[in-house]
Each structure stands twice: as structure tokens, then as C-alpha cells.
């Protein structure tokens, strides 16, 4: 596979992942990771301080598949609608069988009464792994450009 075709299935893997969350399909999130898959929110002055420490973490199925379930049916929030915004990807790096890529987001979240305001933006850094299945990710890190986390932050960025 060349180069343009690995970034151009790396995109397809973003459109698809942010359009399950724009419409709202949580419960195909977790299919969108390998079985030890991890995901984690975090500010991106943390993560470049060489910390793991975020505002929204999963690793592996286990912990995905709980997401979905508390917020179908435990979690309490105003309901809210996300649009994802992305910006080309980059291949960083491609060894050992998977591919580190950086794509730019911003997600404007619109309320039940209509206000609409960016509720995040930043940069993924994923790193995708191919299988029969198609891409995957093994790990997704959601760089933010603020320190300040939204109380709000319920279904996944």
C-alpha cells in the first residue's frame, strides 16, 4: 500500500469515527478500536510534558462498551448535538505494522435551545493499525488546546 493510499484510508477511518458521533450512533464507538484499543482525552501542554493524565479515558473493549451503556442509559445530560470539523491528516510515522497520524479538529456543539459554540478543538494523534477488517485504532489521543475541560463533556470527541 502506498503512502497516499494509507493516509487516504486513515481519513475514511476519522470521517466515518466523527460522523458515528455527529449522528449520535453511539454504540458503534467502540467497533471503531482494537480489542486493546485506548482512547484518551487530554490537554496537549499535559501530554507534552510526557503525562497520561486526561479528561475522558478508555483501554480495551471492556471499557468502551460501559461508555456506551452509561450514556444510554445511567448518564444525565442536556441533550447536545456535535459537529466534527477536520483538517487533513498527516502521516507521521509508519512501522511495525501501524501508522501515527495527525489530523487538526474542532467540534461545535449546538444545545436543546439552539446555542451553538466550539466545545473543542485541537489535534488527534492516532495510531492505526490494517487487519482483515479494514483500519482500526490502537490508540487515539485527543489533544486539546485548552487546559479547561467542559463538565459537559459526555459522548466522546
Not at 466545545?119 to 485504532?137: I, L
Request: charge should be negative; charged fraction near 30%.
Amino acid at each position: 500500500m502506498s503512502s497516499e493510499d494509507t493516509r487516504l484510508q486513515v481519513e475514511d477511518l476519522l470521517r466515518r469515527y466523527v460522523r458515528q458521533i455527529d449522528d449520535g450512533e453511539i454504540e458503534g464507538w467502540p467497533a471503531f478500536f482494537t480489542e486493546a484499543g485506548h482512547y484518551l482525552i487530554i490537554p496537549k501542554e499535559t501530554y507534552n510534558e510526557g503525562l497520561r493524565i486526561g479528561f475522558y479515558s478508555c483501554d480495551g473493549q471492556a471499557m468502551f462498551q460501559d461508555r456506551v451503556t452509561c450514556l444510554r442509559e445511567t448518564a444525565i445530560y442536556e441533550p447536545q448535538q456535535y459537529r466534527h470539523i477536520l483538517g487533513g491528516t498527516h502521516v507521521v510515522d509508519e512501522s511495525d505494522g501501524a501508522v501515527t497520524a495527525e489530523t487538526n479538529f474542532m467540534v461545535v456543539r449546538t444545545t436543546q435551545d439552539g446555542d451553538m459554540t466550539v466545545f473543542a478543538a485541537g489535534r488527534y494523534r492516532d495510531e492505526v493499525v490494517f487487519d482483515e477488517e479494514g483500519p482500526k485504532f490502537r490508540d487515539k489521543l485527543v489533544l486539546t488546546d485548552s487546559v479547561r475541560a467542559d463538565t459537559l463533556i459526555a459522548m466522546p470527541l
